[in-house]
């Protein structure tokens, strides 16, 4: 899979193995084989790739589809506040970012810390749970 999400992303930046390659500080033919599948890269090497094209290492091997929900949470919420939310609320948080009205909420607590706002976050979900009701 990474070989294949590789190659598309490249694609889709409209950029050759070539640049990739000076970017990434390896040669062409490495990532000629990054894509062919003929060899994968080291931890080190496959976030640079990640934060190259702007997405997920999970992404990269085909561990999820979502490019880069966490690049998405990061500009509603501070790094901190998302390593104490669980998966669910996480994914509550990524809805969040498409309810304008909820919005209004996490901008009013920007001065919050981050143990505060993920507080916060939780009851927020409890009260859109409730509605759901």
């Known amino acids: 899979m990474f070989s294949k999400r590789l ?54 091997l ?6 880069n929900e966490m690049a998405k949470l990061e500009k509603i919420a501070p790094k901190g506040t998302l390593e104490l939310l669980n998966e669910e609320e996480l994914e509550f948080l990524l809805e969040i970012a498409n309810d304008n009205q909820r919005q209004v909420l996490l901008r009013e607590s920007r001065g919050l810390t981050d143990s505060d706002l993920a507080k916060a976050i939780k009851i927020i979900k409890a009260f859109a749970e409730e509605e759901d009701k």
């Open 7 to 60: 190659k598309e992303l490249r694609n889709q930046k409209g950029i050759y193995q070539k640049e990739l390659a000076e970017v990434l500080g390896v040669s062409r033919p490495t990532i000629t084989q990054y894509e062919q599948g003929k060899r994968n890269p080291d931890t080190d090497m496959l976030n640079k790739i990640a934060d190259y094209f702007e997405v997920s290492v999970d992404y990269l």
């Open 62 to 67: 085909g561990r999820t589809n979502k490019k």
